[in-house]
């Protein structure tokens, strides 16, 4: 039965145990401006009249509501609090009648062990539940009043793949260019500026699953499905600048402007531009697809990913395996390099991300984290100290390098998470979904846009 919290039996109990009043009173929470202090007749609106504010009322009181539930929650944690309480006493009486008293009251030895932690835990787990569950819905209520977000338009579409494009990538140098990774066995470098293509890399006997660019030099990193990863050097020259074009109109969710009939291409496709065939470097040790690679700081090393469950760390200058990175229980996804330090992360099917530290080379160590449901298919460094990853789970969650235990963000998503992108400057979260969105977060998980969606499917990484 519930008990008032000024009750005579656990009054006389708290003060036979100074100590267990402490803790009670720890757990317990005072109810205050409760609805049944409220006089009747009195809405929630005038009681907040007179006061300053430049919340409307609707929202006010709609946080009154809110924070009312919260409270009732609270209030019966409250009341099983004591009730807690007083079975305890009530134990402890009993074993007092049978000469086996705890000294000081404390419940933390013999049969009450057990029984204590198991409510303390249950206290705990259900606060942790009701905490989130009731903040979740005030957040929600937020969302609905928050003004409109930004608007993202369509600024220039790059035209020349025949299939699918896996990936993409922004040279680090002089010039800056675009480069794509595509199914059609090809990848391909761009002007940004002028949308026109100014290389093809026709090397791969597969498709071309990534490409990154050397930090400092005119060179590329690409991985593929014929099971090697490869590092070519090009040499292109920008077009004159064209001016820019007119984006009064905005861009409707369902539009696709980029639709067009398989095969066709503009005049400034692949066919009419520079090929390289031939790749500086071949990397050849996986047993299986690689699906990406990266360059180390540095750019001397570069580490690839394979659906052989393995990761493989090369030498640059002499095409070397050096390491060959295990523990993975089924394929790898996609893998990652910070942009200052000797820091690898790598993501599976397995659920799980693993990061890995070459700082010292004495010491090679690794750490498992643990905290998605289904298949990790990206993680990736920020600039600063963190570490995003997307997930099957329909999860995308932002973690301190710090301090990894448990993730400082959580995006929740109504689809599975394909390959994530970080802007390196304005730290703006890329999700692409199975269900052809693309969603824009900050790092606190706060939703910024969404993309204007096409009638093409949002390609898997």
Request: proline share 5%.
């Amino acid at each position: 039965m519930p008990v008032e919290g000024g009750s005579s039996s656990g009054s006389a109990s708290a003060a036979r145990h100074p100590k267990q009043k402490r803790k009670a009173h720890s757990l317990s929470i005072r109810r205050t401006n409760s609805t049944e202090e409220r006089p009747p007749g009195i809405l929630r609106g005038d009681m907040l009249e007179g006061q300053d504010s430049k919340l409307p009322l609707g929202l006010r009181n709609n946080l009154l509501d809110l924070f009312g539930q919260i409270e009732r929650e609270f209030e019966n944690l409250y009341i099983e609090n004591l009730e807690l309480r007083r079975e305890i006493d009530s134990l402890n009486e009993r074993l007092t009648g049978d000469g086996q008293a705890i000294e000081g009251g404390d419940p933390s030895k013999g049969a009450l062990k057990a029984k204590a932690s198991h409510s303390t835990s249950q206290l705990s787990q259900k606060l942790k539940t009701t905490y989130k569950a009731s903040t979740s819905k005030i957040v929600s209520s937020f969302k609905a009043t928050t003004g409109s977000r930004a608007l993202c338009q369509l600024l220039k579409e790059y035209i020349g793949h025949r299939d699918g494009i896996w990936d993409l990538s922004v040279t680090r140098t002089q010039p800056v260019v675009l480069g794509t990774a595509s199914a059609d066995h090809s990848a391909l470098l761009w002007s940004i500026e002028t949308g026109k293509c100014l290389l093809r890399y026709a090397g791969h006997a597969g498709s071309v699953n990534s490409i990154k660019f050397h930090p400092t030099e005119q060179m590329a990193l690409t991985a593929s499905g014929d099971q090697t990863a490869h590092i070519w050097r090009y040499m292109v020259q920008l077009p004159a600048p064209q001016p820019p074009p007119d984006v009064s109109a905005p861009c409707d969710d369902d539009q696709d402007s980029s639709d067009r009939e398989e095969g066709e291409v503009d005049g400034d496709g692949p066919s009419e531009v520079p090929t390289v065939r031939v790749a500086t470097a071949t990397l050849k040790s996986h047993q299986g697809v690689v699906i990406a690679a990266d360059w180390l700081v540095g750019g001397r090393q570069v580490v690839t990913a394979s659906w052989d469950r393995a990761a493989n760390l090369y030498e640059v200058e002499t095409s070397e395996l050096v390491h060959t990175l295990t523990g993975h229980d089924q394929e790898l996804t996609h893998c990652c390099t910070h942009p200052t330090q000797r820091l690898v992360v790598t993501s599976s099917r397995d659920t799980t991300f693993r990061l890995w530290d070459f700082r010292d080379p004495s010491i090679h160590s690794v750490n498992v984290f643990q905290g998605h449901t289904d298949t990790v298919t990206s993680a990736v460094f920020t600039v600063g100290d963190n570490v995003v990853s997307g997930s099957d789970d329909r999860t995308v969650k932002v973690w301190d390098l710090k301090n990894m235990r448990s993730p400082i963000a959580t995006i929740r998503t109504d689809s599975a998470v394909n390959r994530i992108s970080v802007s390196a400057n304005q730290r703006i979260i890329a999700l692409p979904h199975d269900n052809r969105q693309v969603r824009l977060f900050d790092m606190s998980g706060v939703r910024l846009a969404r993309l204007p969606r096409s009638n093409r499917m949002v390609r898997r990484g």
